[in-house]
């Protein structure tokens, strides 16, 4: 079992910057998939990025390429998204995830249709920007 705790979030104005980070605990493998996802109000969960740790493969959604950016403490187990020039439109709950399965090659694909495959969940932080 995998444990994910997720810290950060909170509301700010749009322009602003929130960091949030994600902490991997318990039977965490040597590779698997770690991403960030978020589900805004009567909207669909989207995959906002991800990383294959112990690999080299990242996933930005559109939507937050060149805003947002990952960093990787593969010691702690902790990946980090800071999120600047942010948008009403980034406006929602934002959960972290981990996968055993995936590899570079597949991260795409598991962060935009093969979210299913993500077994294992934070609790999810609240990310609030006001115009």
């Known amino acids: 079992q995998v444990q994910l705790v997720e810290f950060g979030g909170g509301s700010v104005q749009a322009g602003g910057s929130l960091r949030l980070s994600c902490v991997a605990s318990g039977d965490v493998p040597s590779r698997y998939s770690m991403g960030w996802f978020r589900q805004a109000a009567g909207k669909e969960r989207e995959g906002v990025a991800g990383?294959?740790?112990?690999?080299?493969?990242?996933f930005y959604a559109d939507s937050v390429k060149g805003r947002f950016t990952m960093s990787l403490d593969k010691a702690e187990n902790t990946l980090h998204l800071q999120m600047n020039s942010l948008k009403p439109e980034d406006t929602a709950i934002y959960y972290c995830a981990a996968a055993a399965s995936g590899s570079d090659a597949s991260l795409y694909y598991l962060m935009k249709y093969r979210t299913h495959e993500f077994n294992y969940w934070g609790q999810g932080t609240q990310v609030t920007v006001s115009a």
């Open positions: 990383v294959y740790v112990g690999g080299s493969g990242t």
